[in-house]
């Protein structure tokens, strides 16, 4: 009988133990409370690419790209500002530029090719596979981040990443656990990302 008391106590001792150091690990992510936008218009940026397409008019409807100065240009109208606008906006502005030239205008923009306003983007930088700055898009995740870019170089400690975020003018650093997400598929060191994110990868010591 005392032996196998024994081998119980064993077992519950060790059960103890990976709890706790389960417990002492602590969570996947340093919390954040950062609320999503509450409309997140998509705001034309430069490197976007334009369709405008002005009803009964084809003569002057066109694909354009935004220029690195956040303008555009149509052969009716010279230099109007797109970065920082969403479609709606940008459309209503052609339409009241036109309006010298065509009666009542109607004018609808879509954007074909994506890079929005710098504020808005994610940029990732060090040892990810592709470091770049991406259009930030609503519910983005950190899993979305990182699939965009490729994964992380083999040189990457991607437990000791982090991204950098500006909260009312203030940087915020919050620790995030790259490795635990993709090696582990520890989903719980997912994360939302917020507009204007950086993904800081360092590289590993050793």
């Known amino acids: 009988m005392w032996p196998q008391l024994a081998r119980y106590a064993s077992i519950l001792l060790a059960s103890a133990l990976f709890l706790s150091g389960c417990a002492s690990r602590g969570p996947a992510v340093t919390a ?18 334009l369709n405008i397409i002005v009803w009964r008019n084809p003569e002057v409807s066109q694909v354009v790209p935004v220029r690195p100065d956040g303008k555009f240009s149509t052969p009716l109208v010279n230099d109007i500002e797109a970065s920082g606008k969403t479609a709606t906006q940008l459309g209503e502005e052609i339409g009241k530029a036109l309006a010298t030239y065509i009666q009542d205008p109607v004018v609808t923009v879509v954007v074909t090719s994506f890079s929005g306003v710098y504020s808005d983007q994610i940029r990732v930088i060090g040892q990810a596979a592709k ?12 899993l979305d981040v990182i699939i965009a870019v490729g994964g992380t170089t083999e040189f990457a400690a991607g437990n000791r990443a982090s991204v950098i975020r500006y909260v009312d003018g203030k940087q915020k650093k919050i620790a995030v656990r790259l490795d635990d997400l993709m090696k582990d598929g520890d989903i719980s060191a997912n994360m939302a990302m917020r507009p204007g994110d950086i993904l800081v990868i360092p590289e590993s010591l050793f």
Do not use: V
């Open 131 to 142: 470091p770049q700055a991406l259009p930030y898009r609503k519910e983005m995740s950190l």
């Open 32 to 49: 954040d409370n950062s609320p999503e936008p509450a409309t997140h218009d998509y705001r034309i940026g430069p490197g976007d690419t």
